[in-house]
């Protein structure tokens, strides 16, 4: 059982940065990958970066290549996402998420467990 925490989301103008946190329960998060999904609303979720158990391989969709860094702690139960020249499509409620997965998992079903989730509004 895994369970997530997110925090970090908040209002930020175009242009400027954000980081997301996610702190993780459970002595089980180094056999798990990691991932940040989005959910503008209206919208479906969608991937946004994932990365492996050991942190060897990380995916980011197209949309934020770039401009947003997943980084997993596995001493710490922590994954990060930086989030630099923030736009206003970005704005969502932004969810970690651990799957049981080997390797990296980008679909939203092979995913188990998910955090509550916080808003990031990036305003223009």
């Known amino acids: 059982q895994v369970q997530l925490v997110e925090s970090g989301g908040g209002l930020v103008q175009a242009g400027g940065s954000l980081r997301l946190s996610c702190a993780a329960s459970?002595?089980?998060?180094?056999?798990?990958?990691m991932g940040w999904f989005r959910q503008a609303p209206g919208k479906e979720r969608e991937i946004v970066a994932a990365i492996s158990r050991s942190s060897g391989s990380t995916y980011y969709a197209d949309s934020v290549k770039g401009r947003f860094t997943i980084s997993r702690d596995n001493a710490k139960n922590t994954v990060n996402l930086q989030m630099n020249s923030l736009k206003p499509e970005d704005t969502a409620a932004y969810y970690c998420?651990?799957?049981?997965?080997?390797?990296?998992?980008?679909?939203?079903?092979?995913?188990?467990?998910w955090g509550q989730g916080t808003q990031v509004t990036v305003s223009s």
């Open positions: 459970g002595r089980t998060f180094s056999n798990v990958a």
């Open positions: 998420a651990a799957s049981w997965t080997y390797g990296l998992p980008l679909t939203r079903n092979l995913y188990d467990y």
